[in-house]
T-cell receptor, first 114, second 108 residues
Framework: EAQVTQNPRYLITVTGKKLTVTCSQN?????MSWYRQDPGLGLRQIYY???????DKGDVPEGYKVSRKEKRNFPLILESPSPNQTSLYFC?????????????FGQGTRLTVV | KNEVEQSPQNLTAQEGEFITINCSYS?????LHWLQQHPGGGIVSLFM???GKKKHGRLIATINIQEKHSSLHITASHPRDSAVYIC??????????FGKGTRLHILP
C-alpha cells in the first residue's frame, strides 16, 4: 500500500530538548516536504527536498533542520524546540516537484512544547 | 490578499444537500489540488486538476483556468463528508500555495 509514515503521532516535550520527527515513504518519490498547520494560518511549508541530498527552505524554516540521506526518508529535526513550535506537522511526498503529481500526506504529528 | 482564497470558510448543511466549495487564485498555475482533512488530522488527496472536470463517486471537481477558479461539489452529502477541504495550487515555479480551508459540517 502506497503510504507516507510519520512518527510519532503525538509528542509532548520541554523547551530546548532536541527532537526528531521521522517521515518515510514507500513510493520511490523524488519530492518530499514538511508543513506545519496552525489555526487561522493553514498549511505552511517548512522545508522541501527535490531528491537525495537536495533540500531547500520553505516559507517558515526558522528553528528546523532536515536531511535527505536516503530517498525514502526525510526527518524533521528541532534542535532546540520552543513553545511557538507547538503545532500539527505533516510530511508529504509526490513523484514530481511541488506536487506535480498526486500528493500523499502522512497522518500528522501533533507536537506540544512546554 | 491571499494568493489562494476559499469560500465559504465554514459551511453547515443537512444530509442530502448539494455542496459547493469554491477556490479562487491569483497566480499562474500548472495544477490545482483538492485535499480533505478529517477531524483527527490526516490529509487525503481528492483530486489533482489542470483543466476541465473530474469525478470520483459523489465528488466532482471543476477548474476554469481563464477565470482562475475551481469548485468542489459534493452530491447527496452525508455526515461522513464532514471535514476540512483544502485547495492547493502548484505555481509555475513549482511552489505549492494552500488555501486556508473550508470547514464542512453535514448534519444528519
Amino acid at each position: 500500500e502506497a503510504q507516507v509514515t510519520q512518527n510519532p503521532r503525538y509528542l509532548i516535550t520541554v523547551t530546548g530538548k532536541k527532537l526528531t520527527v521521522t517521515c518515510s515513504q514507500n513510493m520511490n518519490h523524488e519530492y518530499m516536504s514538511w508543513y506545519r498547520q496552525d489555526p487561522g494560518l493553514g498549511l505552511r511549508q517548512i522545508y522541501y527536498s527535490m531528491n537525495v541530498e537536495v533540500t531547500d527552505k520553505g516559507d517558515v524554516p526558522e528553528g528546523y533542520k532536515v536531511s535527505r540521506k536516503e530517498k525514502r526518508n526525510f526527518p524533521l529535526i528541532l534542535e532546540s524546540p520552543s513553545p511557538n513550535q507547538t503545532s500539527l506537522y505533516f510530511c508529504a511526498s509526490s513523484a514530481h516537484a511541488g506536487f506535480g503529481t498526486e500528493a500523499f500526506f502522512g497522518q500528522g504529528t501533533r507536537l506540544t512544547v512546554v | 490578499k491571499n494568493e489562494v482564497e476559499q469560500s465559504p470558510q465554514n459551511l453547515t448543511a443537512q444530509e442530502g444537500e448539494f455542496i459547493t466549495i469554491n477556490c479562487s487564485y491569483s497566480v499562474g498555475i500548472s495544477a490545482l489540488h483538492w485535499l480533505q482533512q478529517h477531524p483527527g488530522g490526516g490529509i487525503v488527496s481528492l483530486f489533482m486538476l489542470s483543466s476541465g472536470k473530474k469525478k470520483h463517486g459523489r465528488l466532482i471537481a471543476t477548474i476554469n483556468i481563464q477565470e482562475k477558479h475551481s469548485s468542489l461539489h459534493i452530491t447527496a452529502s452525508h455526515p461522513r463528508d464532514s471535514a476540512v477541504y483544502i485547495c492547493a495550487v502548484r505555481s509555475f515555479y513549482d511552489k505549492i500555495i494552500f488555501g486556508k480551508g473550508t470547514r464542512l459540517h453535514i448534519l444528519p
